[in-house]
């Protein structure tokens, strides 16, 4: 079935640090793919997306590229400060109606 | 604006006791609402996905007599673990889905960590 694989976390780095947290797919057909990110204390929000191969979905300095050949949609941002620790989500659409998600990495920014 | 409460955040309760869970969409109407299970380092697992008005569809394993779904409102789903046990203990996130959207358009609960003793 379909699934996703992301890095374990944590992940520590120091404030204006490069941040890269891989992600993988499993899937058949051509999944939407997505970054959510959960803040302490909060519900998912969605961070970005890309809906076919090569498509790069960005927000707020977070960037990540559908790519079809590697199945990969690796989550990158040049610069992280520390209002950007929480966990990160990797997911796809599946089946219509169902999100399948990563186990999800903590990332943690110190100043 | 889409914000999504649970309530409680965090319950604890005695083996063999039901508990239930609240999820409400506080500005929008949300036609379709899931719920979902976390264990730690594990990811979010789908339990659910219930319409307004009618019965929830249940996920492979999940045992609808164990985890009643009520989704009698276009704000309001409530999740009922029923004679829980040790092992129902766990994270349940909902979310919310306004009509005719997608679904990567999933409003998310914060949550509720549930310990049964």
């Known amino acids: 079935g379909d699934s996703v694989t992301q890095m374990e976390g944590p992940v520590t780095l120091s404030e204006e640090a490069f941040l890269t947290i891989n992600c993988t797919y499993t899937?058949?057909?051509?999944?939407?793919l997505f970054w959510y990110v959960q803040y302490p204390g909060e519900g998912l929000q969605l961070l970005l997306k890309?809906?076919?191969?090569?498509d790069k979905g960005s927000n707020k300095g977070f960037e990540a590229t559908y790519r079809k050949e590697t199945t990969s949609f690796h989550l990158e941002k040049g610069s992280v400060q520390v209002s950007d620790s929480a966990v990160y989500f990797c997911a796809l659409s599946g089946r219509p109606d169902k999100l399948i998600f990563g186990t999800g990495t903590r990332l943690q920014v110190f100043p | 604006g889409a914000v999504v409460s649970q309530h409680p955040s965090w319950v604890i309760c005695k083996s063999g006791t039901s508990v239930k869970i609240e999820c409400r969409s506080l500005d929008f109407q949300a036609t379709t609402m899931f719920w979902y299970r976390q264990f730690p380092k594990q990811s979010l697992m789908l339990m659910a996905t219930?319409?307004?008005?009618?019965?929830?569809?249940?996920e492979q394993g999940v045992e609808k007599d164990k985890f009643l779904i009520n989704h009698a409102s276009l704000t309001l789903s409530t999740l009922t673990v029923t004679s829980a046990h040790p092992e129902d203990s766990s994270f349940y996130i909902c979310s919310a889905r306004p009509r005719s959207r997608g679904a990567e358009t999933q409003y998310f609960g914060p949550g509720t960590r549930l310990l049964v003793l």
């Open positions: 219930s319409n307004e008005g009618s019965k929830a569809t249940y």
């Open positions: 899937a058949t057909g051509y999944p939407s």
């Open positions: 890309a809906t076919k191969a090569d």
